[in-house]
């Protein structure tokens, strides 16, 4: 078993700027994959970004060139930096440990508007 805390959202103007934090309750941050998945209202969860074991990183299509994903392994944590903000990336977002099953944090919500 192992427990996500996401930390970090909120409300941001459009062009705004926000990093979201997932801290996990074992080490697993650069062992295994980590990802950011995201759900708006009335959608179904999407992949955002995911870092694997190696560092490899993948993106969305929608947000390359906006989001970051990175890690910390020595405090068990991966971030997500999300830049240049956009209405449509308004959702609850998600931190995901594919463990061989997948494991999910709670969430945090991610509201973008003027």
């Known amino acids: 078993q192992v427990q996500l805390v996401e930390s970090g959202g909120g409300l941001v103007q459009p062009g705004g700027s926000l990093r979201l934090s997932c801290t996990t309750s074992r080490t697993i941050v650069g062992i295994y994959t980590m990802g950011w998945y995201r759900q708006a209202p009335g959608k179904q969860r999407e992949l955002v970004a995911t870092i694997t074991s190696g560092g490899t990183t993948n993106y969305a299509d929608p947000v390359k060139g906006r989001f970051t994903i990175s890690r910390d392994s020595a405090k068990n944590t991966v971030y997500l930096q999300m830049n240049s903000l956009k209405p449509e990336d308004t959702a609850r977002y998600y931190c995901?440990?594919?463990?061989?099953?997948?494991?999910w944090g709670q969430g945090t919500q991610v509201t973008v508007s003027s």
């Open positions: 995901n440990a594919a463990l061989g099953s997948d494991y």
